[in-house]
């Protein structure tokens, strides 16, 4: 069968439009790993997401569909917030400017870097990729945001 200039414009059509889909699909925030948390929809963690800033860590902020949560860079830094709880309490912490933090052990590995906020309910989970270089500077610049989380309780075990 032989195929018709019609037949060979149509399908350039749909592979075009198929190319299309999936370079929209690699540029949402899903393709960035970024999973919703229970809780993430609540008053504090839409304020801290609207309070979040446009630039973190030398990269723009990619608006995320994800309650809770805010991308930056091609995910080089992700915070969510919400009912987060996957860090042993004796984790060893850390007091950034006036916030305490555990370094999630489970989720840094490979110039990953993760850290959860310890003792606010809602918690705020930052991950900052290996192409952050100055990963405590942007911890600190987050900790100014997360500060007006309610904090339940502080650090016993310092790191």
């Known amino acids: 069968m032989t ?14 439009t198929c190319a299309v889909a999936l ?10 790993n970024v999973t919703a948390v229970p809780g993430g929809e609540s008053a504090a963690c839409t304020t801290l997401v609207h ?3 446009q630039r973190l860590g030398g990269r723009d ?3 995320s569909d994800i309650k809770g949560t805010a991308v ?6 992700i915070l969510r917030c919400g009912n987060i709880s996957n860090v042993p309490k004796s984790a060893p912490c850390s007091s950034v400017d006036g916030v305490d933090w555990v370094v999630n052990t489970a989720n840094t590995h490979d110039g990953t870097k993760t850290v959860l906020t310890y003792g606010r309910s809602p918690a705020a989970e930052l991950t900052l990729s290996e192409r952050v270089n100055d990963k405590d500077a942007v911890i600190s610049k987050v900790s100014g945001l997360v500060s007006g989380l309610p904090e339940q309780k502080t650090c016993t075990r310092r790191g």
């Open 61 to 63: 902020r990619t608006d």
């Open 72 to 77: 930056w860079g091609q995910g080089d830094v």
């Open 3 to 16: 195929s018709t200039p019609g037949r060979r414009l149509a399908r350039a059509a749909v592979i075009a």
């Open 51 to 53: 309070k979040s800033p």
């Open 23 to 32: 370079t929209a699909c690699a540029m949402s925030s899903r393709s960035y």
